[in-house]
């Protein structure tokens, strides 16, 4: 099984000092996202699968176009919900995060100031629709300690269009690691960046290997953004 997963490209997180909330991309971002579709566009892939917001769903296009694959949401790859800031000050945005960031590292599973939802639920919401969405393609945890996997299908390959946090929970559900508060700065990925796993066999199963993390190379280094 081999599992690419994408960032998306940079979004339009502010508008006119305002909070954008499920921002398009930027005219960088729409950039980003036919570097992506230039450089995975003559791969073959099973499956391709988008978050539903916006952001992914526009760095997906050009992908999805070029592979002449039709766009496939899963509701679980949607990113961690924040508050309702849109058309907000940008300023209330930062400061919320700014607090949380302070917290001792057991009390961030409860989330922002203001609403939007608990990284307690959102890890669980991923993990948790992700486990389904593997199993019925014939992929779940060996009940062991150790990070097995049963894999009925060793070859198919999926690519995975979401964000830095969906995409973290991912990685660390993959690899056999326990979730933390923070999954999106665990495992640091550029917008518009190519992450793969691979799955090694083993004589009881198979393990995943990190075998590229947020790879930037197909985009200028004028166009390499966080």
Same mark, same amino acid.
């Given at each position: 099984?081999?599992?690419?997963?994408?960032?998306?490209?940079?979004?339009?997180?502010?508008?006119?000092?305002?909070?954008?909330?499920?921002?398009?991309l930027t005219e960088r971002g729409r950039l980003q996202a036919e570097r992506v579709a230039e450089v995975l566009g003559s791969e073959q892939f099973d499956e391709v699968i988008v978050s539903p917001l916006r952001r992914a769903r526009q760095t997906a296009a050009p992908l999805l176009a070029a592979l002449g694959h039709a766009e496939v949401i899963e509701a679980f790859l949607h990113e961690i919900r924040e508050p309702d800031w849109h058309g907000t000050p940008v300023e209330l945005a930062r400061t919320a995060y700014a607090e949380? @960031? %302070?917290? =001792? #590292? $057991?009390?961030?599973w409860t989330g922002l100031q203001g609403g939007g939802e608990p990284p307690?639920?959102?890890?669980?919401?991923? @993990? %948790?629709? =992700? #486990? $389904?969405?593997?199993?019925?393609?014939?992929?779940?945890?060996?009940?062991?300690?150790?990070?097995?996997?049963?894999?009925? @299908?060793?070859?198919?390959?999926?690519?995975?269009?979401?964000?830095?946090?969906?995409?973290?929970?991912l990685l660390c559900q993959l690899l056999g690691l326990e979730p933390?508060?923070?999954?999106?700065?665990?495992?640091?990925?550029?917008?518009?960046?190519?992450?793969?796993?691979?799955?090694?066999?083993?004589s009881d199963g198979h393990t995943f290997s990190l075998s590229r993390l947020s790879d930037v190379e197909h985009l200028p280094l004028d166009a390499r953004t966080m």
């Open positions: 099984m081999e599992i690419t997963l994408i960032r998306h490209g940079e979004p339009e997180w502010v508008r006119d000092g305002l909070n954008v909330v499920d921002p398009p949380e @960031r %302070s917290r =001792a #590292a $057991e009390e961030r307690r639920d959102f890890v669980e919401r991923v @993990r %948790s629709g =992700a #486990a $389904e969405y593997w199993a019925a393609r014939g992929m779940f945890r060996a009940k062991q300690t150790l990070p097995i996997w049963h894999i009925e @299908r060793p070859a198919h390959r999926v690519v995975v269009v979401a964000h830095a946090g969906t995409n973290g929970v933390v508060p923070w999954e999106w700065d665990r495992f640091v990925t550029r917008h518009a960046s190519i992450t793969r796993l691979s799955s090694m066999q083993m």
